[in-house]
C-alpha cells in the first residue's frame, strides 16, 4: 500500500490545515460518520463489504483486507486485529470505524470462529488517546469540556496524525455501537467470562442518555459472580456516567468501595470509578482500602479487564492508576534518576 498522503482524504485534511471551514464537508464522501452510518450490521454480506469506500480514508486498504479475513473466517484473527488496533494506537481511526459494523456482525454471531477476537477489539476506534491514560481528569472520559463554535460535540479532539478530524471518527464508531446496543446486550450473560467483560467494555462507548445500557450493566451485576467481571461492570458504569451523568450512579459507585462485603477487585474498581467522577479531595477511608487491597498479583489479575490494560502501557494498569490518581506528584518509574 502506498503513502497515506496519496489518499483522497488527504486533499480535504490538507485544506482544513489551510483553513477551509469543517463543515462543508460534513455529509460528503470523505465524512466517515455518514459513510458508517449507512452500513447496517444485520445486512452484511460480501457485497456490502465490496461497496463500502474503504479507500476513501487513510489506510482503508490494509483495514479492508483485514476484515475480509475475519469475515471469510480464515486465516490469523490475532494478525487481522492486531492490524485494526494498531493503527488506532497510531491515532489513525477513521478507516477502523469504517470497519465496526462489520466487527459487530462477526462479535454477535457465536459460531463466527473469530467473533471473541471481533469483540475485544470492537471498541478500539471509539475510544481517541486513550493507550496509557490513567490520571483522574482523563481515564474514563469520552471527551473533554466543550468549546464554543464547534461543530459538534466531537470536535474538540483535534486531528488524528492523517490530518483527519479524530472526533468523526470516535463518533462514528460510537454511534456504531450505540445503534447496535440490542445486538450487542445479550452478550452480557455469554457463558465465556472475557466475553462478558468484553461486551461491557463495548457497550460503555454507547451513548446512554436514558440508562439503557447502565441499567442492563445493574442488571448483570446482580448476577454475575466473577470478581473481575464485576469490576468490570463497575468501570463500565461509571464511563458511561462520566458521559451522560447520574447522581444515583456516582453514589452506588462510592457505597461500593466503602462495602467491605464487595470483592476487593469491586472495590478497588469502584474507588477508580469514583475518583473519574468527582472532583472531591481524595478521603482518606479511600486512600486505606486501596492501600488495604492493592497487590501486585490482584493488579496483574484486574489487567484483564480493557481499560486496566490500556492503562497501563505493558504494565499493570491498576498500580499506574493509583499512582497518578493518589500520588501524580510522583514521577513514572521509567523517570526515576
Not at 40 to 65: M, S, T
Request: hydrophobic share 45%.
Amino acid at each position: 500500500m502506498g503513502d497515506w498522503r496519496t489518499d483522497p482524504t488527504f486533499s480535504m485534511c490538507r485544506a482544513l490545515d489551510d483553513g477551509a471551514d469543517l463543515a462543508s464537508f460534513v455529509g460528503g464522501p470523505f465524512d466517515i460518520r455518514a459513510v458508517v452510518a449507512a452500513i447496517q450490521p444485520e445486512k452484511i454480506d460480501e457485497a456490502v463489504l465490496d461497496d463500502v469506500p474503504w479507500e476513501n480514508f487513510p489506510h482503508g486498504e490494509k483495514v479492508h483486507d483485514a476484515v475480509r479475513l475475519l469475515c471469510n473466517g480464515g486465516g490469523s484473527a490475532r494478525f487481522a486485529m492486531g492490524v485494526l488496533v494498531g493503527i488506532c494506537a497510531n491515532d489513525s481511526r477513521a478507516s477502523a470505524a469504517l470497519a465496526v459494523p462489520f466487527l459487530i456482525r462477526i462479535a454477535t454471531d457465536p459460531h463466527h470462529p473469530h467473533h471473541t477476537d471481533a469483540l475485544r477489539g470492537l471498541a478500539a476506534p471509539a475510544r481517541a488517546r486513550h493507550f496509557g491514560v490513567a490520571s483522574r481528569d482523563e481515564l474514563l472520559l469520552h471527551r473533554s469540556g466543550p468549546q464554543h463554535g464547534v461543530l459538534d460535540g466531537y470536535d474538540d479532539y483535534g486531528a488524528e496524525v492523517t490530518g483527519y478530524p479524530a472526533g468523526w471518527s470516535v463518533a462514528a464508531a460510537r454511534t456504531a455501537i450505540t445503534a447496535a446496543i440490542p445486538m450487542l446486550l445479550p452478550l452480557l450473560y455469554d457463558s465465556d467470562v472475557t466475553t462478558r467483560i468484553d461486551a461491557s467494555y463495548a457497550l460503555a462507548t454507547a451513548a446512554d442518555p436514558y440508562r439503557r445500557v447502565r441499567s442492563a450493566f445493574a442488571a448483570r451485576f446482580d448476577k454475575e459472580r466473577d470478581p473481575v467481571a464485576l469490576a468490570g461492570l463497575v468501570l463500565a458504569t461509571a464511563e458511561s456516567n462520566r458521559a451522560h451523568p447520574h447522581r444515583p450512579d456516582t453514589a452506588w459507585i462510592r457505597a461500593l468501595w466503602q462495602d467491605r462485603a464487595q470483592a476487593p477487585e469491586v472495590r478497588l474498581a469502584a474507588a477508580i470509578g469514583w475518583l473519574c467522577l468527582t472532583n472531591e479531595p481524595v478521603p482518606h477511608p479511600l486512600h486505606t482500602t486501596i492501600d488495604a487491597l492493592v497487590t501486585e498479583e490482584r493488579a496483574r489479575a484486574m489487567d484483564t479487564l480493557p481499560w486496566m490494560n490500556a492503562a497501563g502501557c505493558g504494565k499493570p494498569g491498576l498500580l499506574r492508576c493509583v499512582r497518578r490518581m493518589l500520588h501524580p506528584e510522583e514521577p513514572e518509574p521509567c523517570d526515576d534518576p
